[in-house]
């Protein structure tokens, strides 16, 4: 069973139910890729997957729960690495790993920026996960004994690069590029 497997039983889902779950969280991953976030309905996500819409909204609050939680699971799916150098080139490199992540999945990209800004609870707490896992990778990076108003600083200038990435300011392949001399003013290496 696959570790989203896991966290979704962990949610209170039983086999059979994590299972249609999974289903719906790929036909979603098919159908954003087919008709794009603006054209995907949760109706056209639960036909993908041969199940009803009923079962569909009892899985998925909305269309934005459904981009937040594939914004998740692919985020999540790729490992932090480990990377020598100094704490302002290990930060850089971990800003590189997420940025080239989500640039991987353009479709995703566009998708999850406005679904990030929805308040059902769902996307609140899975949003709050997201957060929770940039803030994890720039602390390993940063190591032993950061100060935590750097690694506050690095949130708040991540999050506001993706949040120009996914206005179309910049793209996503541009962010690290961009944010490597913010990473070092930040961290104190010049």
Do not use: C
């Not at 109706?43 to 594939?70: I, P, W």
Request: charged fraction near 25%; proline fraction near 2%; charge should be negative.
């Amino acid at each position: 069973m696959s570790s989203q497997v896991h966290d979704t039983v962990g949610r209170g889902l039983d086999g059979r139910q994590a299972r249609t779950f999974e289903r719906l969280l790929a036909a979603g991953s098919d159908e954003l890729r087919a008709v794009g976030h603006e054209a995907l309905t949760v109706r056209g996500v639960a036909a993908r997957a041969g199940v009803s819409s009923a079962t569909a909204y009892t899985y998925l609050a909305s269309k934005n729960h459904l981009f937040v939680e594939l914004f998740w699971r692919h985020l999540t799916a790729a490992p932090a690495g480990e990377e020598a150098g100094s704490r302002a080139e290990r930060v850089q490199a971990a800003v590189r790993g997420l940025t080239t992540r989500i640039a991987d999945e353009p479709a995703l990209a566009a998708a999850v920026t406005p679904a990030l800004l929805g308040s059902d609870a769902d996307v609140e707490r899975l949003r709050l996960r997201i957060g929770a896992e940039f803030a994890s990778r720039f602390e390993a990076a940063l190591g032993d004994g950061a100060d935590g108003a750097v690694g506050e600083a690095l949130l708040l200038a991540f999050s506001g690069a993706l949040l120009q990435a996914g206005m179309g300011l910049m793209t996503y392949d541009e962010m690290a590029d961009r944010l490597a001399p913010v990473v070092a003013v930040i961290v104190g290496e010049e």
